[in-house]
């Protein structure tokens, strides 16, 4: 070989090689560049996930401070302090049952996004409860943001349906029109056993023309336009139609407590250490009160900034704060948020933000407790809901084991804040 040959080749073979390492050093940048940014957005990840689990805390001094603001507020409002941020409403019930009932009975449960009618016969003491019967209706979205006479005659037309298949199993006496126990589960100023003006709407629902009105004349018109012969002859709240249902069955129950799409507590107190009582005291001493502790606020409620923004967007600023925390209205919404800022700030689910993560409540909180009960050693059931709810087709086993720790955060911190009461 020509030694021009032989130089010719070392020159290609040395820039062949320089290429290579220039390839080479070129790939080992991008790998070391994507590995710290996986870093960085580890360190975000663990950086938002610190911050909630310190703002989520609940120790049990906490939950002992809230337990006596809680006492505090109850003793204020009994005295009817107008600066209270608890109802402690008087039912008007002052007799609970007793088991010695007979009769037919029918009953409407609206408290949240669904109503329930049922129907019951009872035996009194010996039979107890014969037979019962009950649907229950979903509300459609608009009729918790529409009008009070659409929404009243929706139900109406509901009940009237219900009725038409009472069957022979049920007994009316002849010449009796049938009886209606109301439970109404939002905010009431009772007036009597069987009348009361709607305070305000909880829960989502914002309708227009209730709030100052009685709602069992909202109702019996309602049933009037339908052709019902039907009368109200209780008006309740959920919580103490609970209590009501608890003393049934045991006559040692004296408080009830609801957690659900909202939460609330009844109990039974003396009537003679109610400041607030102005008429004559009852014959059996006490009165059943409705706490509406959903209403609960104080600076020792440990409030996140999701649960302040949660408030500021909700329909009720700065009511119900309490409620915004617990109930199961809002759990899914709170996790939403917190995997939203750590889809902006830790990109949890990619290099996109997920465009259903910021659609405000598409997780709700049965989809958020399926999540937190995944016990499968992928998730893959955290990963479906992740998947048809918020759009996000592929998640990794990391994503998935944060979210499903967000879930527990905001399931945890609900229920020790509902056991402090």
Known sequence: MAKGAVVGTAVVVCAAAATAVGVAVVVSRRRRRRREA????????????????????????????????????????????????????????????????????????????????????????????????????SIPPHLMVGTSTELFDFIAAELEKFVGIEGEDFHLPDGRQRDLGFTFSFPVHQTSISSGTLIKWTKGFSINGTVGEDVVGELTRAMERQGLDMKVTALVNDTVGTLAGGRYVDNDVVAAVILGTGTNAAYVEHANVIPKWNGRLPRSGNMVINME??????????????????????????????????????LGEIVRRILLKLAHDASLFGDVVPPKLEQLFILRTPDMSAMHHDTSHDLKHLGAKLKDILGVPDTSLEARYITLHVCDLVAERGARLAAAK
């Open 38 to 137: 996986e870093d960085e957005r580890k360190r975000k990840a663990a950086a938002v996930i610190e911050e909630v689990e310190q703002a989520f805390s609940t120790p049990t001094a906490l939950l002992r401070g809230i337990a006596d603001a809680m006492v505090v507020e109850m003793e204020r409002c009994l005295r009817a302090d107008p600066h209270a941020p608890l109802k402690m409403l008087i039912s008007y019930v002052d007799n609970l049952p007793t088991g010695d009932e007979h009769g037919l009975f029918y009953a409407l449960d609206l408290g949240g996004t669904n109503f329930r009618v049922i129907r019951v016969q009872l035996g009194g003491r010996e039979k107890r409860v014969v037979k019962q019967q009950y649907e229950e209706v």
């Open 293 to 330: 502790w959903g209403n609960f606020r104080s600076d020792k409620l440990p409030r996140s900034e999701y649960d302040k923004a949660l408030d500021f967007e909700s329909l009720n600023p700065g009511e119900q704060i309490y409620e915004k925390m617990i109930s199961g209205m809002y």
